[in-house]
């Protein structure tokens, strides 16, 4: 049937797929559950083929699933769970298309998949309990599509910025301008980009020039991120026409900016827009400065005193704040051999940023702890890849009388450093190996903070509190959501959890320690997983516990544990745990009989 009837052989495994969807089905099984995973493995494999056939017949599914009516949490939950199945495995077909190639019917695209999508980030706003986790997984099928139907994607946003430089009404509808941030752009598209921006800014209206002005600097992350090597290039070799319309949009966004709210709003793109001219960059930082250049060392000036807090305006040193990350963030991506000028550029500002963001006397806050959070990580982490040995800001992290906010973001910055080092000039992890010792306390007495408030099986003792509200939306913690302080414990120790698991050297390093002390410290962070693993109120920490627990049982790992006598020491703290674990079995036995 495969090879003589193509079409119908495609339709009856796309049916078979719908059927078997939660929201068809109900609750799902193991059983069902592996089933249904093979039918998308099934149809990913077959788009490899028959991609038009396959993505249509996704569509449609994602179609009727989305107009479906339910009733009730248990449909909710069913209709959440295909959705993102449904996403996932469009994504997974989009993804696997050979590169730079055109083999799906843009019309189709266009009329049938790409308003689906949109659906998504368009409609799941604030309050649905799964909305970040639906646009997250729209926003990756809509990043794949445009690898190789870049076209489709760029003619919708093109044509509503077309209709909007001749609306007259005030309020208008952005949300294909938002598509921006979401879209896989090369340098040859961001030029593009900004090209057709760039011609239409003027006349639109404030509304679309702000959405621009937001999704243009994500689409710029989006390139970098995804083409390091051409952002690195443009270094090297400056791209004339690239610099030219960069150029162009930050003058034209300079005149928005009239106002010191409009000022804020647009700083963070026009530090992305100065950065794409590396010639001019040059230019301004000698004594003399070219005239038609004026306005971007006049901005520079701007952003340096706000920064320092002498911009007469909290709006402006918080925006100037988010600039300044931008620019260090950038920075990492340039070797310091192609362009010394942005580094000097970068520590005329770093000083004065890292003592706004982590002052323990006065903590940096915007009212959004999410975002504030993220721009200290990036600030954080880009520190430590421009100047990987000066560990001051690590130290302030570390302390125990810091703010809760900073424990959380040291934590997840070295999980970044590990888990990301896409580029051959960035700094490893083992830099910080001699904040070992610090680290484990750190896990220690967040373990018996996380531990003690939910009553369970006491913990390893430790110490002082964190009151991180709402990092990791995702967990379903078994407590009252007022809880704050246990709940932020909790999303500390998973982070911390996650660290070990990521790179169990960073907390089994020992400088300078006798083999005693070394196994000692060794034992405790061992015994710290394996009190986890029991604790059934908290699923996805015992979950990362055990993976965790497994990579510190590797080989090399094992080495660690005590240099001097590695294989007794694997012996008595093997001896030892399994006594806890039996003992904790026996407890949790007699508590509910």
């Not at 997840?412 to 580029?423: C, D, G, K, Y």
Request: hydrophobic content about 40%.
């Amino acid at each position: 049937m495969a090879a003589h009837r193509p079409v119908e052989w495609v339709q009856a495994v796309v049916s078979r797929f719908d059927e078997q969807l939660p929201i068809k089905t109900g609750q799902q099984n193991t059983h069902t559950k592996v089933s249904t995973e093979h039918n998308k493995e099934c149809l990913i494999n077959i788009s490899k083929y028959k991609v038009s056939l396959v993505i249509s017949g996704l569509a449609t599914i994602l179609k009727n699933v989305n107009n479906m009516r339910i009733f009730g949490e248990a449909a909710e939950k069913n209709l959440y769970l295909s959705q993102l199945i449904i996403l996932d495995t469009l994504e997974k077909c989009l993804a696997g298309q050979p590169k730079d190639t055109m083999r799906l019917d843009e019309t189709m695209l266009v009329k049938q998949l790409l308003p689906e999508i949109c659906h998504f980030l368009h409609t799941c706003r604030e309050g649905n309990q799964h909305a970040a986790e639906l646009r997250n997984s729209a926003s990756g099928v809509l990043f794949s599509l445009s690898c190789n139907n870049f076209n489709a994607v760029f003619s919708r946003i093109s044509t509503r910025l077309q209709e909007l430089t001749v609306c007259s009404e005030d309020n208008v509808d952005v949300h294909d301008i938002e598509l921006l941030q979401y879209i896989n752009v090369d340098c040859a598209k961001l030029k593009r980009l900004l090209k057709e921006t760039a011609f239409k800014f003027k006349a639109l209206k404030k509304v679309a020039q702000l959405a621009v002005i937001n999704s243009l600097e994500k689409a710029f992350w989006n390139w970098v991120e995804n083409y390091p090597d051409e952002f690195t290039k443009l270094y090297q070799i400056p791209q004339t026409d690239m610099a030219e319309c960069a150029e162009k949009l930050f003058d034209l966004v300079d005149g928005f900016a009239e106002s010191t709210k409009r000022k804020a709003a647009v700083w963070p793109l026009q530090i992305i827009l100065l950065i794409l001219c590396p010639e001019i960059i040059q230019d301004i930082s000698k004594d003399v400065v070219d005239e038609n250049n004026m306005n971007k060392k006049l901005f520079l000036d701007s952003l340096r005193k706000a920064l320092a807090g002498h911009g007469g305006s909290r709006q402006l040193t918080e925006s100037a704040a988010i600039a300044c990350v931008k620019l260090c963030k950038a920075s990492t991506y340039i070797n310091w051999e192609d362009n010394s000028v942005i580094f000097l550029l970068v520590q005329s500002m770093v000083v004065d940023l890292k003592n706004l963001l982590f002052n323990p006397s006065k903590p940096f806050s915007r009212g959004s702890q999410p975002a504030d959070v993220d721009l200290m990580i990036d600030c954080l982490v880009s520190c430590f890849r421009i100047s990987p040995h000066n560990n001051q800001h690590f130290k302030i992290c570390l302390a125990q009388n810091s703010p809760s906010t900073f424990h959380y973001v040291l934590v997840n910055s070295l999980h970044r450093i590990i888990t990301n080092s896409a580029l051959d000039w960035w700094p490893k992890i083992d830099a910080v190996y001699c904040h070992s010792v610090e680290l484990r306390n750190m896990f220690g007495e967040t373990l018996h903070k996380a531990v003690q408030g939910c009553g369970a099986h006491p913990a390893i003792r430790m110490a002082p509190s964190l009151t991180f509200k709402e990092k990791v939306t995702s967990l379903k913690f078994k407590e009252k959501p007022t809880d704050l302080e246990t709940r932020s414990y909790k999303y500390l120790l998973l982070s911390m959890v996650k660290l070990i698991h990521a790179d169990p050297k960073l907390l089994l390093c020992n400088p300078r320690k006798q083999g005693p002390e070394t196994q000692g410290s060794t034992a405790e962070l061992i015994t710290g997983l394996v009190q986890l693993v029991p604790q059934s109120h908290m699923p996805e920490i015992a979950q990362e516990a055990m993976e965790a627990l497994l990579v510190l049982h590797q080989l090399d790992s094992i080495d660690l544990w005590n240099p001097d006598a590695p294989v007794e020491t694997f012996w008595e703290i093997r001896y030892m745990y399994f006594y806890f674990l039996n003992s904790t079995f026996k407890f949790y036995f007699v508590f509910l009989s």
